[in-house]
């Protein structure tokens, strides 16, 4: 380590530009890790945050809530399989709405939910819907942009007025703001929308055992069950966008590793004549190893603390400019992946000191 250390500060200018190339780099992956989990909440969040152990959807669905229509009845004949502690309606979709000091539209997210029943998030500011018949909820993000408890919305083309009774926050669901209503006035605006009935809703939200799930789709035919999770990958474009989004981390991991790499076997060229002069001496290729391995660890640690640094720092600058969200777990995951990819980087130059010839090595410096 004294040896490792001893060189970077005698060529701090060498081993500061090799360590800013690694933060430009880990700082990238950590950002890109920032946004895939920002658009990830902002597309399932909502969904997350039920209360249910499973998600009822009509078959042939594929677990898109768009394209599920389940009939009121059903959540009777659900809530009598054994097993099964509670089912309940829910009523999912995409909407505009219109702020009384505002003509341009909003799209957000409507879900219609039983107002005494098991989907009742923590309200930060107001009430909760109860009993008012035209009163909904809605997510911060719309109170962010001017919208109060005691305003009023215009659910459009409908022309259905809403009454502003409550915030929550955290509740998104494919990238725009939830906004909970009575089930009631769901079914109203869809179908006043045309093509829907009154007595459909999108969903079932289940309580109770595993078996019991299982036994659902035998019990109600043409219906089928998915975890929230299922019903999450399963929004359009969700899965796909994780999937591009964890691909180009990867390739920056691949990236960061050939970089170092080159950058660690030209200044093991460059030191050829100087090692082998210590092999000659005496120095152990393992004491050799065991610097190179330092140096890079020190590097690379160093880099990765500060592109973690740099990648939570743009989360305050940014703030909701862009669905951004820092996950512990996953910096932690990509930065030790970094750090191992880092020293798996120098092998080459390894294998390039364990062949070193001392006496090759002092004719070059003859």
Known sequence: MFLALREIWHAKLRFALITLVIVMVSSLVFIISGLANGLSEG??????????????????????????????????????????????????????????ASDSLIGVSLFGVDPAGMVAPSVDEGTWIGDTTNGVVIDESLAKKGIGVGDSLTLEPEGIELDVTGIVSGQSYRIAPVIFMPLELWQ???????????????????????????????????????????????????????????LIQIFL??????????????????????????KAIGTGTGYLAKALVSQVFALALVGVLLGISISDTL????????????????????????LLVALASTLLSLLRIARIDPLDAINRTA
């Open 315 to 338: 989360a305050l600058v940014i703030g909701d400019a862009v669905p951004y969200s820092v996950s512990m777990d996953r910096m932690a995951l990509f930065g030790s992946l970094l």
């Open 43 to 100: 597309n399932t969040a909502a969904i997350e945050a039920l209360p249910a152990d499973g998600i009822v959807v009509s078959a042939g669905s594929d677990y898109q809530l768009e394209r599920s229509t389940i009939k009121a009845n059903d959540a009777a004949s659900i809530a009598s399989v054994p097993g099964v502690e509670a089912a309940e309606l829910i009523g999912i979709s995409s909407a505009s709405v219109k702020s009384e």
């Open 188 to 246: 109203s605006a869809r179908a006043a929308g045309g093509g829907y009935q009154e007595s459909t809703a999108t969903a079932v939200l289940v309580k109770g055992s595993g078996t019991a799930l299982v036994q659902i789709p035998t019990a109600v035919p043409d219906t089928m069950v998915g975890s929230k999770k299922q019903v999450s990958d399963h929004i359009p474009g969700e899965s796909e966008q994780n999937s591009t989004l964890l």
């Open 253 to 278: 991991v691949v990236i960061a590793a050939g970089i170092i790499a080159a950058f660690f076997y030209i200044i093991t060229l460059q030191k050829m004549p100087e090692l082998g002069v210590m």
